[in-house]
């Protein structure tokens, strides 16, 4: 049973890796794995990263990986982000819907029973000056304990136009 798990999760860290690998959009992108596969209320990851270009336009993702014995089919997330001159904005609640609310169907991409999803939170955001900046995530759901809830990511890229 182990096994397997420890199979799966490293066919799916793979992939992630092969997928992100060949990005030049990519800043920054890291995730933050929660013990025991829950996510706790006190638990607040934060991500920092560098901008050195405050001409560029930068989309920020938040990633999740949950397993299907997550009990919900949304996530509710606020952030905070604070920068070299102090918070920018006002920190924002986010509903990540992870499942199909009607059928149940995990969104995005998994393997077994874990899933990846990636929501794109923050398009086009500007960065006012170069330097250091730092997301903080808190959980919003009305229960201290997220079981299923594996991780939380987030991914910073220069904004691209569709063509």
Request: glycine share 8%; proline share 7%.
């Amino acid at each position: 049973m182990y096994f397997r798990f420890a199979l799966r999760l490293t066919m799916v860290a793979g992939l992630l890796c092969m997928l992100t690998a060949c990005d030049p959009n990519r800043v920054f992108e890291q995730n933050i794995d929660f013990p025991d596969s829950s996510w706790d209320v006190q638990q607040k990851p934060a991500f920092t990263f560098a901008i050195e270009d405050t001409t560029a336009t930068y989309d920020v993702y938040f990633n999740v990986r949950h397993a299907s014995a997550y009990g919900f089919y949304n996530l509710y997330v606020k952030h905070t982000l604070v920068g070299p001159a102090g918070r920018v904005g006002p920190p924002l609640l986010h509903q990540m819907l992870l499942m199909d609310p009607k059928t149940g169907e995990p969104k995005g991409s998994g393997t077994g029973d874990i899933y990846d999803i990636q929501i794109l939170a923050l398009p086009k955001q500007r960065f006012a000056k170069p330097g250091s900046y730092t997301l903080t995530l808190e959980q919003y759901m009305r229960q201290d304990q997220l079981p299923g809830l594996m991780a939380m990511g987030v991914r910073v890229a220069k904004h691209e136009e569709k063509k």
